[in-house]
């Protein structure tokens, strides 16, 4: 019997993957979804090396497989590296998340020509360079999901955080005109635009401020890791093999589009 072409199909068994900043937030809980559906997974992190380990560890516990891998993505050879080295733990890599982030507040006016590169070079450069580094394994399955995580903020515009923004803001044209170079190798790329979720970043900036934004947010509350999570895996999964191109918003009916 052939099967229901309405079943919904999350299953990942059999595929790899990698996670930019999965050690924490958004990150991990992306890494335990994506491990719970039955992917290998690369947890990806900068500094937190003690939080990767707990994921991986999370993961190995539920009966998965996974990695914990160390880089700088703002260093030039490292998104290679951290890719060859999740390819020698789990295998070829066929879904991809671009996910590593960091918001600094600076006011575009005092704004030193470093942080405004490194914002570029981690939120980017580094999903370029990883995407480039993935593209040919997935070309040689004939299968792979790219997925690249943005914000609410580059439609909304954000106080003190335009180099943040702007580079997220890149992500769109770079995952637009990557979906049209790769779609016929079976790759497909896509974005989600996450909006306020229950992060470390979020509690860093909404004290004083939750009313505030409540209001702002149809649904009146703030997101969870894991339904960000939750559209990124859809977006990796065999269920959504005709979208590409795509950004979904994920933020409460904060930003419309």
């Not at 879904?95 to 914002?119: C, H, Q, R, S, Y």
């Not at 995952?175 to 992060?199: M, Q, Y």
């Not at 960000?228 to 009916?253: D, E, K, R």
């Amino acid at each position: 019997m052939n099967p229901d072409p309405y079943l919904i199909d999350l299953n990942l068994a059999g595929h790899a993957a990698v996670v930019t900043g999965g050690s924490r937030g958004i990150g991990r809980a992306t890494c335990l979804t994506l491990a719970a559906h039955g992917a290998a997974v690369g947890v990806h992190y900068s500094t937190s090396q003690a939080q990767a380990a707990e994921v991986v560890e999370e993961i190995r516990r539920g009966g998965g497989r996974a990695a914990a891998i160390q880089g700088d993505l703002r260093e030039a050879d490292a998104p290679g590296r951290v890719i060859a080295e999740a390819v020698a733990a789990l295998g070829p890599i066929d879904i991809l998340v671009n996910n590593a982030g960091k918001m600094t507040d600076v006011a575009v006016e005092v704004m030193p020509d470093e942080i405004w590169e490194a914002a570029l070079s981690l939120h980017l450069t580094a999903a370029f360079r990883c995407s480039r580094a993935v593209i040919p394994m997935m070309k040689m399955r004939r299968w792979g999901r790219i997925v690249n995580v943005s914000t609410q903020a580059l439609y909304t515009g954000s106080k003190n955080h335009a180099h943040y923004a702007a580079a997220k803001a890149g992500l769109l044209g770079f995952s637009f005109s990557l979906a049209k170079e790769v779609g016929e190798h079976g790759i497909t790329v896509n974005l989600v635009a996450p909006g306020r979720i229950r992060t470390g970043m979020l509690a860093e900036r909404s004290s004083g401020r939750e009313a505030e934004w409540m209001q702002q947010t149809p649904l009146r509350r703030f997101g969870e890791p894991g339904e960000i999570a939750s559209a990124i895996v859809f977006l990796a999964s065999p269920a959504a093999g005709y979208i590409t191109g795509a950004t979904l918003h994920v933020n409460g009916g904060l930003v419309m589009d």
